[in-house]
């Protein structure tokens, strides 16, 4: 088989035991790579029911089809388990080396069973598995732990996955870090830190045979060169921070615990802003020509040197969203995420979540007593120093921080229980996520995207907001299209996902992101690696099965129609300042909305997958456990 290597590596933490997995050439047809892949493996290998945290759910991890390759920005691998935020799929796509490397030590993807009964670092090195004791590397962070095993092993080219100190305390929205990169949602961390699994490490020492390497060349040259243009200027130059004033602009930044959509601040917490006083390099993924990570520093004060890679997301949850105007404590918050393995997106929204109990008097000063601050200490919105002193709480689990490590849902729902309180409605979340930085009041099919996303409320799964934004739709109103609207953009960014390539890529095959623009090219840089004729239709026929197992997970799990929901503040509390100011998606709407995505999928009115859809997707034992 060209472009793969035919073999799953599973791996058992408790009887320190792996075994080889022989896939026919047909599964790869289906499930090509990512994150369509490991959510296949969960569906084989997971115990359905079962706790999160229990031995029963696996790590899945599904390398892409391009990686090892000269395909431009296809370095990137998905991992899944069943995520410990939602109780549904948690899917993350992490980009780099450590995916170049799982490629060339000959596994197309692998499955960690069971748990450690103590830390173990994990290293595959070629064909050969070794179960390391990672003691010495506890309350290391995740640079640091990468650092530290390629030390260990004396060799600069092992690459490794690893968790941090929040990982191994079990903070709910862990993420799991390699190169620099996250997999950064739905608590990838915890599960890892409850199997005592310290790193994944791999040294890859073979090569990627690929079907047709002219072709693939002359196909990879095109499109770096097109990558080093205008298509991909606003990345290689701000990166994605530069959002933060266009949101603004349109009234749909989240400012102040999503309370509003414009932010004062603005300007000071800017992509431009950062870019003139912090940036100091930008740095890729492997086989990526565009480079869009900011590396940022705090270059004096009390948190003179940290430092971090800045994005959109982490910057809004950071700065607008808990009233902060100052970079310096937005990046050393986000620092703190990054060094310890947090999602930083979660762990500010978390946050802000406590931000605005405070400021409603339900917390007080004394729910704030740690180590440092024996008295406790305010926690007012735009206070950026005793954020910073939370995150470290949160990281620890110290005091109320252990509360918070939970993510808003439980947060919310423990204080309210105790204090008889309704917290729960300034808790932003969906299926126990917090949602991505475009205020889904001011753009009704985003809305609607975010309530039906199989892992929560995400941009990265669905940019429906782009009909909104581009005025393809009154983003304020609801009509008949949105179903069609959502299902088409979450089955899009399904085939990037799945491959997996960067979105950031899409303008660079011939100048349209849309499906004709991109899908051609696509299908020839899958041919010219595996060999296969796939057509044009294929490439939706990938996005479509990928969502649909995914959605089959959560069917298997126990989802229903009402959790396809979104946070009480979207539907029931509009902004009052701005662009998008008075506007909510009515609980009316929003299931009028459902009923038209679900009929565009050719699902039941109740969200259920008829029989017939998963046997058209060729997925036949699927139907048989969960189609109606
Ligand atoms: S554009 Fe950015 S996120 Fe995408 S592959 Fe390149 S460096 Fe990674």
Known sequence: MYGYHGKVLHIDLKEKKHWVEQKPEEWYKKYIGGVSMATRLCWENIKPGCDPYSPDNPVC???????????????????????????????????????????????????IHDTSDTWVNVFIDDERVEFRDATSLLGKGTFETEEAIREQLHDDQVRSATIGPSGENMVRFANVTNDGRQAGRTGHGAVWGSKKLKAVSVRGTHGVAVADPDTLMKLSFNITREAQGPHTSKYRILGTSTNVLNMNKLGLLPTRNYREGVFEGAETVSGEYLHEHHNVKTIACAQCPIACEQMSVVKSGPYEGAMTGIEYECLFANGPNLGISDLDYVIKLISVADHSGMDAMSMGITISWAMETYERKIFTNEDFKCKSHPEGFPLNFGDGASAVSLAEMIRDREGIGALLSEGTRIASRTIDKERGTETWKWAMQSKGLEPAGYDARGL????????????????????????????????????????????????????????????????????????????????????????????????????????????????????????????????????????????????????????????????????LIPKENLIQLGMEDVAEQIGV
């Open 444 to 607: 009704k099919t985003f809305a609607l995207g975010s309530s039906v996303g199989t892992r929560g409320p995400c941009h990265n799964r669905s940019a429906a907001y782009d009909v909104d934004i581009q005025g393809v739709v009154d983003r304020f109103k609801v009509d008949e299209t949105r179903g069609e609207h959502a299902k088409d953009a979450e089955e899009y960014a399904a085939v990037y996902d799945t491959l997996p390539l960067c979105k950031f890529i899409r303008r660079c095959f011939t100048g349209k992101a849309d499906r004709a623009g991109a899908w051609p090219t696509i299908v020839q840089l899958i041919n010219a690696t595996t060999g296969w004729e796939l057509k044009y239709e294929d490439i939706d026929a990938i996005g479509s099965r990928a969502v649909t197992i995914k959605k089959a997970f959560n069917i298997r799990e126990g989802w229903k129609r009402a959790d396809d929901a979104l946070p009480w503040r979207w539907m029931h509390d509009p902004m009052t300042k701005g662009p998008s100011a008075g506007y909510v998606t009515t609980e009316e709407e929003l299931e009028y909305m459902k009923d038209l995505y679900y009929k565009a999928k050719g699902w039941t009115n109740d969200g």
């Open 61 to 111: 991890i599904a390398n892409g089809i391009f990686a090892g390759t000269p395909v431009p920005v296809g370095g990137k691998y998905g991992l899944a388990s069943k995520s410990p935020m939602t109780g549904f799929i948690g899917d993350s796509l992490s980009g780099s080396w450590f995916s170049v490397a799982l490629k060339r030590a000959g596994w197309d993807a692998v499955v």
